[in-house]
């Protein structure tokens, strides 16, 4: 397992050296100019030079990739073009809010997915298999920012028994130690603002999760159809096994592997979702400052959020390969 592991890593990194340089060069093809969006339309072209070459931005782009490598192995990320503030201390603050936001969907998600899954299999071709896939249909369809409108408005205005958007309520205020809400409140001793961070993550979780639990619901439901007609299920309910026992240690188990394949590809969906999800609910997260960054051609930022968000997506894939030997002893990694 440690062999297949160090393996793993050697493939890792040229995997992110590929990223880098693709996002690099990309990313300086998106029209126009992230000087003239920091100074404004109306600046002089001296004043213009004069930052670009302060910003190193006038050199050759092999160079000022070269550059951008080199500063990154130190550990320095460099600083945001627009709001001069190091990338690093945003990551800090923002990287938080997006894995709070995204952890409980995903949970929520492969819940619901599996469980969802599991009785439209159990129940198929019935109405309960039919309402399933039409509440999976129905997720695959619905862009997630329409989805997060119609919640907004239904719960947080009209019900007003959700918040309809940011982290935590104007008037309370938090001691940050983690970044992570839910923990410092309880480091605070603070149940109450504990609940309302529960409250206000309630809606942009179950947004972000319909990216993933129609994919886990079908492929559960699929999986399980065909476990279910293996011999050894036979035989197991032929013995008098509970239905309940066969389902869960016999069935479940043997038809997770492909379910478990694609709960680590969808996280890569969670962080597009998390894009629009964060602007709609105002999420002060990584998909909100990703989208503010393209839009005021931040290449600092743009470069920094996709290569993080290749190492969060090559991670899933990593722990989804070793979770295979868990789950399925007969697997063995040599």
Request: glycine fraction near 8%; proline fraction near 4%.
């Amino acid at each position: 397992m440690t062999t297949y592991i160090f393996r793993r890593i050697l493939i890792v990194i040229p995997v992110l050296i590929g990223v880098s340089i693709l996002s690099f060069f990309f990313v300086r093809l998106i029209p126009g100019d992230p000087v003239r969006v920091m100074l404004g339309e109306r600046a002089r072209p001296a004043d213009v030079q004069q930052y670009k070459a302060q910003m190193g931005l006038d050199q050759p782009i092999y160079i000022q990739y070269i550059k951008y490598m080199e500063q990154m192995f130190k550990g320095n990320l460099g600083q945001s073009i627009v709001t001069r503030v190091p990338v690093a201390k945003d990551i800090s603050y923002r990287l938080p809010a997006t894995i709070e936001a995204i952890f409980f969907a995903l949970l929520l998600g492969i819940v619901l997915g599996i469980a969802m899954g599991i009785v439209a299999a159990l129940k198929r071709n019935t109405i309960v298999d039919t309402g399933a896939s039409l509440v999976a249909l129905t997720g695959v369809s619905m862009p997630v920012f329409w989805l997060a409108l119609i919640l907004i408005y239904f719960f947080g205005v009209n019900l007003k028994i959700l918040p309809p958007g940011a982290r935590l309520d104007a008037h309370l205020k938090i001691t940050q130690v983690t970044g992570f809400y839910l923990i410092d409140s309880l480091l605070m001793g603070r149940l109450d603002i504990f609940w309302n961070v529960i409250k206000h993550m309630i809606l942009p979780s179950f947004v972000l999760s319909t990216t993933v639990m129609p994919s886990i619901m079908r492929l559960t439901r699929a999986s399980m159809l065909e476990v279910l007609q293996k011999d050894y299920i036979r035989t197991a309910r032929a013995k008098g096994l509970a239905m309940s026992k066969v389902v869960l240690k016999h069935t479940l188990r043997n038809a997770l592997l492909p379910v478990i394949t694609v709960i680590g590809l969808q996280v890569s969906g969670l962080l597009g979702g998390a894009i629009l999800t964060e602007n709609a609910f105002s999420w002060t997260g990584m998909g909100s400052w990703f989208y503010g960054a393209i839009v005021g051609r931040d290449y600092p930022v743009i470069q920094t959020a996709i290569l993080l968000n290749a190492v969060i997506f090559v991670l899933m894939t990593m722990l989804v390969d070793i979770s295979y030997a868990f789950i399925d002893p007969r697997i063995r990694y040599k």
